[in-house]
């Protein structure tokens, strides 16, 4: 009996090893060739929870099989670090702040006015950025400092009191970009649903011209499926599945649009004549096909500097790391993490302190 239990629990090792192995290629593969892998990298959190209970589980019966586990998930080292941050434990943080450059990424969820301001009070807010203290924040679904001026106007306070200068004052974008430096160039362009695309400025930080790439790809528009789920779903009723069913389509979907719009903005990535900061909610996951384009030539700064699990999705669907702060190699990433703010938005604030060496 014992022997049967071995051998059913080495098969089941196995099998999960593979699908981690597939998980760990899916950055590398398109949608549109096989958006099945897609799910897979969506799974990462639960596979490598998965090994590392084998790794206990055959440690317990002091079998060597452990080391399979172990390996497969040292295998898939970048993936762990951009999941759980590593680099800050070996990260000096930043030495000399007179030279280093705080960025902040944040999908403010200010465009669903009804269910945002419902969670946040202008105290909060202004407190939020206050702290925050950056020198150039990427906002994500915001609605610009002119629409319905006096509506915003006190959520807007603490941006007006600090020397920014904002590349966002349309009614209709929901992208913008506040610098404490002089902003010399800019450009945007809105993909085919009009509320996703990128807001690129060039800023003059002490002589140098830096470019920020404020990106915000197709969501997935699951969450609201999700909290359904969550509150009223039961496994025993058809309509629950066919729910499940509707939000495995919506990905599916939303994975090839995203696909192309990151092509898209690597072309732009690939063109830049400045050092690069790539700021944004990429509605992806680190194991996704979009953000193996977009990070392929930068550095991802929560990789190279954070500490801790780098959640940054506060939504009903768990583990989701989706907001990044990524950087040209020519920075040096002093420090990087995610702040946990509740009430306000359904996504955290990711910040990252840059040197430019």
Same mark, same amino acid.
């Given at each position: 009996?014992?022997?049967?239990?071995?051998?059913?629990?080495? !098969?089941?090792?196995?099998?999960?090893?593979?699908?981690?192995?597939?998980?760990?290629?899916?950055?590398?593969?398109?949608?549109?060739?096989? !958006?099945?892998?897609?799910?897979?990298?969506?799974?990462?959190?639960?596979?490598?929870?998965?090994?590392?209970?084998?790794?206990?589980?055959?440690?317990?019966?002091?079998?060597?099989?452990?080391?399979?586990?172990?390996?497969?998930?040292? =295998?898939?080292?970048?993936?762990?670090?951009? &999941?759980?941050?590593?680099?800050?434990?070996?990260?000096?943080?930043?030495?000399?702040?007179? %030279?280093?450059?705080?960025?902040?990424?944040?999908?403010?969820?200010?465009?669903?006015?009804?269910?945002?301001?419902?969670?946040?009070?202008?105290?909060?807010? %202004?407190?939020?950025?206050? +702290?925050?203290?950056? +020198? $150039?924040?990427?906002?994500? *679904? &915001?609605?610009?400092?002119?629409?319905?001026?006096?509506?915003? *106007?006190?959520?807007?306070?603490?941006?007006?009191?600090?020397?920014?200068?904002?590349?966002?004052?349309?009614?209709?974008?929901?992208?913008?970009?506040?610098?404490?430096?002089?902003?010399?160039?800019?450009?945007?362009?809105?993909?085919?649903?009009?509320?996703?695309?990128?807001?690129?400025?060039?800023?003059?930080?002490?002589?140098?011209?830096?470019?920020?790439?404020?990106?915000?790809?197709?969501?997935?528009? $699951?969450?609201?499926?999700? #909290?359904?789920? /969550?509150?009223?779903? %039961?496994?025993?009723?058809?309509?629950?599945?066919?729910?499940?069913?509707? =939000? =495995?389509?919506?990905?599916?979907?939303?994975?090839?649009?995203?696909?192309?719009? /990151?092509?898209?903005?690597?072309?732009?990535?690939?063109?830049?004549?400045?050092?690069?900061? $790539?700021?944004?909610?990429? #509605?992806?996951?680190?194991?996704?096909?979009?953000?193996?384009?977009?990070?392929? *030539?930068?550095? +991802?700064?929560?990789?190279? /500097?954070?500490?801790?699990?780098?959640?940054?999705?506060?939504?009903?669907?768990? =583990?989701?790391?989706?907001?990044?702060?990524?950087?040209?190699?020519? &920075?040096? $990433?002093?420090?990087?993490?995610?702040?946990?703010?509740?009430?306000?938005?359904?996504?955290?604030?990711? !910040?990252?302190?840059?040197?430019?060496?």
């Amino acid at each position: 009996m014992y022997t049967r239990f071995l051998y059913l629990l080495k !098969w089941c090792n196995l099998i999960l090893i593979l699908t981690t192995i597939l998980c760990y290629i899916s950055p590398y593969c398109s949608p549109h060739l096989f !958006w099945p892998l897609a799910f897979l990298g969506l799974s990462y959190p639960i596979l490598l929870f998965a090994n590392l209970l084998f790794v206990i589980t055959w440690a317990l019966l002091k079998n060597k099989y452990f080391l399979f586990s172990i390996g497969c998930i040292l =295998m898939g080292y970048t993936h762990l670090s951009g &999941f759980i941050g590593i680099g800050g434990l070996f990260n000096p943080g930043a030495t000399n702040q007179e %030279n280093t450059l705080k960025i902040v990424s944040f999908n403010s969820y200010f465009i669903r006015i009804k269910e945002s301001f419902k969670r946040a009070r202008p105290e909060t807010w %202004n407190d939020l950025i206050n +702290d925050l203290d950056a +020198d $150039v924040i990427c906002f994500q *679904e &915001f609605p610009g400092r002119y629409r319905s001026r006096n509506y915003f *106007e006190p959520y807007l306070k603490a941006l007006d009191k600090l020397p920014y200068h904002t590349t966002s004052n349309s009614q209709k974008k929901e992208l913008a970009i506040y610098s404490a430096y002089p902003i010399v160039n800019t450009q945007e362009k809105y993909f085919e649903n009009k509320s996703n695309g990128y807001l690129l400025a060039d800023i003059e930080v002490n002589g140098q011209l830096v470019r920020v790439l404020n990106v915000h790809l197709q969501s997935n528009a $699951v969450s609201g499926i999700a #909290n359904k789920i /969550a509150q009223k779903g %039961n496994l025993q009723e058809r309509e629950t599945w066919v729910r499940v069913k509707g =939000m =495995m389509r919506n990905y599916r979907d939303g994975v090839k649009i995203r696909a192309k719009q /990151a092509e898209l903005i690597a072309e732009l990535i690939q063109r830049s004549p400045y050092p690069l900061i $790539v700021c944004g909610d990429f #509605n992806d996951v680190p194991q996704s096909y979009a953000y193996g384009q977009i990070s392929r *030539e930068l550095t +991802d700064t929560f990789k190279a /500097a954070g500490k801790g699990p780098g959640i940054t999705y506060a939504g009903n669907v768990p =583990m989701l790391r989706i907001d990044y702060i990524l950087s040209s190699p020519i &920075f040096k $990433v002093c420090s990087a993490g995610v702040k946990e703010q509740k009430d306000i938005s359904d996504h955290y604030p990711v !910040w990252a302190i840059l040197k430019l060496e």
